[in-house]
């Protein structure tokens, strides 16, 4: 079974550094889609970060450019995400997940339509 489990969320400051991590399961991620994706209270979840086995390019949302950072090491089955220069906008509960269609990275950022959900973390950004 596909499993996903998200850790590292907190409190911090705005300016702050988080690194969330994804331990995954039951799939490799050379064959899925994988990405952090989150969501605001009253808001509709968004893509962060997403990649894929069959296009390695990393696609970010534009309000995330140049601040976070996904990377994956196959060895141990995990993926993360670094998060620098936090910003109260940032504040949101955030998922990993995978799948198994292995479509472009900016698709699923796009679609928001993954088959494998991990729980979340939450992430707070003081100002």
């Given amino acids: ?6 850790s590292g969320g907190g409190l911090v400051q705005t300016g702050g550094s988080l690194r969330l991590s994804c331990a995954a399961s039951g799939f490799t991620f050379a064959d899925y889609g994988i990405g952090w994706f989150r969501q605001a209270p009253g808001k509709k979840r968004e893509g962060v970060s997403c990649t894929s086995g069959s296009d390695h390019n990393i696609y970010y949302q534009e309000s995330v450019k140049g601040r976070f950072a996904m990377s994956s090491d196959n060895a141990k089955n995990t993926m993360y995400l670094q998060m620098d220069n936090l910003k109260p906008e940032d504040t949101a509960v955030y998922y990993c997940a995978a799948d198994r269609r292995d479509f472009s990275g900016d698709w699923y950022l796009d679609k928001v339509d993954m088959d494998y959900w991990g729980k979340g973390t939450l992430v707070t950004v003081s100002s």
């Fill in 1 to 6: 079974d596909v499993q996903l489990q998200a």
